[in-house]
């Protein structure tokens, strides 16, 4: 498919039959959260859709964030790619390297200035430029010679959204997210540690149909995807408004899918879609798995909180008083007046558990 092609004409020459082809388009909706009478709109602005240009830039990271995107199931990451946008750039997928890798960006970004889409996973180090370096440039000399002629920008993983692990106490390398060095660009956040591999490439779907970025949030992560808390959608949702906790991770409790609220559970404060849309194609997610969630669609989850500590406050007050804390910290969303902070203390004697921070004590 030439960059001149547009999608329909390409679908067209493969042999996609129109039924094979608003299937997608139904599937695409679905994945976006659009209602079924968006279809034909989506059908339509697929059918003269171009691909667009995809720059990938990867700063402090783990590569977790583009390992989640090649495990993306709907749409593939192959079909993005090869069939709907242009990846013409990216360090870890492209062919090139070395002196061809940067003129294959320098060229991207001429070619389609104004146009392309900026992905960036990784924080961007402020404190010294040699610390993280591609091509002897700076992350953050690279980051903003590439956001100039960029369309929009999309922040892929908490590292880039909010700083994430490397932006933890100390912060040795002055670590700071995307949103900190570009103020006159529309940035899409997509937090996660990693994001799941369908939200990213549903936001690219997004772009890709409609040639916007998606409703956000105050925190910049589109509404489909980070509307609601994992709270809310658990489906140990019921066992939390009747009151049945597990205790430990082995006990009765824990067995029989209570739940895990008091073993550290951040779901009350975290907005992700995880337990709709779930991981590895759909088939599970941490909590489903016996693990409670450690709020990493948040920003500074790392510093917000012990993990397997709960939110120290009385469970039936959480839906009434759990806030966004932004800029405070994933756990630090519950706003505490006198009367709980007499009822946490009560409830953290009677329920001590065992800490991270005791563990490194020897206790």
């Not at 339509?44 to 995107?69: D, M, N, Y």
């Not at 658990?234 to 609220?261: I, N, Q, S, V």
Request: with cysteine.
């Amino acid at each position: 498919m030439s960059k001149d092609e547009t999608l329909g004409e390409a679908l067209r020459r493969q042999g996609i039959s129109r039924r094979g082809f608003l299937k997608f388009c139904a599937a695409t909706a679905s994945l976006m959260a659009l209602p079924p009478g968006m279809v034909p709109a989506i059908a339509a602005a697929l059918e003269k859709a171009r691909r667009p240009s995809v720059i990938w830039l990867s700063f402090q990271e783990c590569t977790g964030c583009t390992e989640s995107l090649t495990r993306s199931h709907s749409p593939t990451v192959e079909g993005l790619i090869f069939d709907t946008i242009s990846l013409d750039y990216h360090h870890t997928l492209q062919a090139a390297s070395g002196t061809a890798a940067e003129a294959a960006r320098e060229a991207a970004m001429e070619e389609n200035y104004g146009k392309y889409i900026l992905v960036v996973d990784g924080s961007i180090p402020l404190g010294n430029p040699g610390f993280s370096t591609i091509a002897g440039i700076s992350n953050k000399n690279m980051l903003l010679d590439t956001a100039k002629g960029a369309a929009a920008i999309i922040s892929v993983g908490t590292c880039a959204a909010y700083g994430g692990i490397p932006h933890a106490k100390p912060n040795p390398t002055g670590a700071v997210p995307v949103s900190e060095l570009i103020k006159d660009k529309p940035i899409i956040n997509i937090p996660g540690c990693p994001p799941i591999p369908v939200v990213i490439t549903g936001v690219l779907a997004h772009f890709l149909t409609f040639g916007t970025i998606p409703e956000l949030d105050e925190l910049g992560r589109p509404m489909a995807f980070y509307g609601n808390s994992i709270h809310d959608r658990c489906y140990r949702r019921p066992f939390y408004d009747k009151g049945l906790f597990a205790e430990t991770f082995d006990d009765e409790g824990a067995k029989k899918g209570w739940c895990l609220y008091k073993l550290g559970c951040k779901g009350p404060t975290t907005y992700n879609a995880c337990a709709t849309t779930k991981w590895n194609e759909g088939t599970s997610f941490p909590i489903e798995a016996g693990h409670p969630c450690l709020g990493c669609s948040q920003p500074d989850f790392w510093d917000g909180g012990g993990f397997y500590k709960a939110l120290s406050m009385p469970t039936e007050d959480i839906t009434r008083t759990a806030v966004y804390a932004v800029g405070a910290g994933a756990a630090a969303g519950v706003a505490l007046g006198a009367l709980n902070r007499a009822k946490k203390k009560r409830i953290e004697k009677a329920h001590e558990k065992v800490t991270i921070n005791d563990l490194e004590k020897g206790d």
